[in-house]
Every structure is written in C-alpha cells, then in structure tokens.
C-alpha cells in the first residue's frame, strides 16, 4: 500500500530513527506505524508480537483481519504525516521570524528554554575564541606574559563555570538524575497497558454510563489499585520527592549562574 511518496516515507523514517535516539518514541504506537512499513511487515500476514502490540494499542477497536489493521495504519500514519509536516512549516516560519526581528513567537511562549538553548552555546564559542581579558583582571596596564596568563585562567574559569551553571539548570543536560525514573515510568507503562491511560479499562458500564451523562470522565492512577499495583505509593513517593530535590538543586544553579552572569555582564565582550 501506498503512503504519500517515497519522500514522506524518507522523512518519516528519519523523524522515526531521530526520536529513537532522543528516546522520545510512545510506548508503542509511533514505533509500531513506522516499523509496519518500514519493514512491510504486512504485505502478507500479521506476526504474533505485532498483533499483541496493536492490540494492546487499538484494544476494543481491534481489527480481525490483516486488511483491516492496515487501513487504521495508514490513518494513523497519514495523520503522523500531517502533524510532521506541520511542525516543519511552523519551524520555517520561526526561522523567518528569528531573522526579521530577532525572535519567534515560540520563543516567547518559553522564554527561559529559549534563553539556555541561546546562552549556552554562545557562551562556550565565546569560551574558546575569546581574545581579550577583562581589564579588571590584569595587576595593571603594563603586565608580564605570566600575570597575563593567570587573569586568562581566571577568566575562563569563571566562563567554564557559567556554562556548567547554565547546562545543570536545563532539565535536560541536568546532572542530577531521578534514580526512581525507571521505576516509575516502568510501572506507568505497565499502568497504561493492563488498564488504560487513565485506568479506562478497570471502569464498569455503568460507571462509564454515568460519566457519559454528566460529561465528565474520572481519571485513575496506579496508586487508586494498591491491590494490584502494592509498591506503586511508595514508587510515587520517591520518585516526586527526587524530583523536588532534583529542581531545588537547579534552582540553586540558576541563582549562582544569575549572580555571576550579574556580575560579570559588561565584561561579555571581545
């Protein structure tokens, strides 16, 4: 079956292996659509591990037939396709306005990422082609080779550090990691898969039937099953308290980058 050119299917794949590597892939159904024509694994009949994964998707609306699991594919794919496309439109028309006024609206609705994705990297080309010294450094105007050398230290220790500041507050390039993380994520895929996303599965008809009326649906946690999930308080526990810890300590890296940047602000130039 046909999807929309080879080109799309080129830069499916690429976006697919990209957010492997990021390890930003859903637990299932962004990898089972790609691999499904990556590796055309339904030109003649469904393997048993890939049944039980798009079951495990689909669940009620699962297909009986192999004709049938591919259509619902395809939406799948086409509407991944569509939401693709759309994200590289709207990333040529931030670059458009990065180059007219210096900023994109994305950046505004998230000025602090914007101001570590922006800061970082400048300050460490800034780090490795600096030229001058601040002049606050030097013993005097006229200085030795040696007294030049240990205010160029100084200076770039204080630049090494502001880039290890501005890195550790990122949640992302952050140092400090969730010992827990595995823990809990592991246990909220087996949440979702056994129950739903919001334990959908585990509610009865009529309960279901109830909220359908009222036009509000009630959203259920690992921790609402103690019977089934026994360790799931105690995991949610220590999770969200590292967590705390985790932010506190980059709270605390954002305040000491601030006051040296503060401090240092006129002396960013070369």
């Known amino acids: 079956m046909m999807v929309e050119g080879e080109s799309i299917m080129k830069t499916i794949q690429q976006r697919y292996a990209e957010l492997k590597s990021e390890q930003e892939l859903t637990d299932g159904i962004d990898k ?4 499904c024509y990556y590796y055309k694994i339904f030109k003649e009949k469904v393997s048993d591990k890939y049944k039980k994964e798009f079951k495990d998707d689909f669940e009620r609306d699962y297909p009986v037939y192999v004709s049938d699991i591919t259509k619902k594919l395809d939406s799948r794919l086409r509407g991944r396709i569509s939401f693709y496309k759309e994200e590289e439109a709207y990333k040529a028309k931030a670059g458009q306005q ?15 990422t914007w101001f ?3 800061i970082s990297p400048m300050l460490k080309q800034f780090r490795k082609k600096h030229n001058g010294i601040p002049s606050s450094f030097l013993p005097s105007m006229v200085c030795t080779d040696e007294e030049r050398e240990a205010a160029n230290e100084k200076w770039e220790q204080i630049l090494d550090r502001l880039i290890f500041l501005i890195n550790e507050m990122d949640e992302d390039k952050c140092s400090m990691k969730n010992p827990y993380s ?29 909220e ?13 099953f103690p019977d089934r999930y026994p360790t799931a308080q105690e995991i949610n526990d220590m999770y969200f308290e590292y ?6 300590y980059r709270n605390q890296c954002k ?3 601030f006051e040296l940047f503060s401090k240092h602000f006129w002396e960013l130039w070369d």
């Open 243 to 248: 967590e705390r810890k985790i932010f506190d």
């Open 255 to 257: 305040n000491e980058f």
């Open 32 to 35: 089972l659509i790609v691999d």
């Open 182 to 210: 595995r823990a809990y994520h592991s246990l909220q895929t087996r949440f979702r898969r056994e129950l739903g996303w919001f334990g959908e599965k585990a509610k009865t008809d009529e309960e279901k039937k109830l």
């Open 116 to 118: 570590m994705d922006t």
């Open 98 to 112: 990065r180059a007219k006024r210096g900023y994109a609206d994305t950046d505004v609705w998230n000025m602090n």
């Open 212 to 224: 359908k009326e009222k036009g509000s649906s009630k959203m259920y946690f690992p921790t609402d």
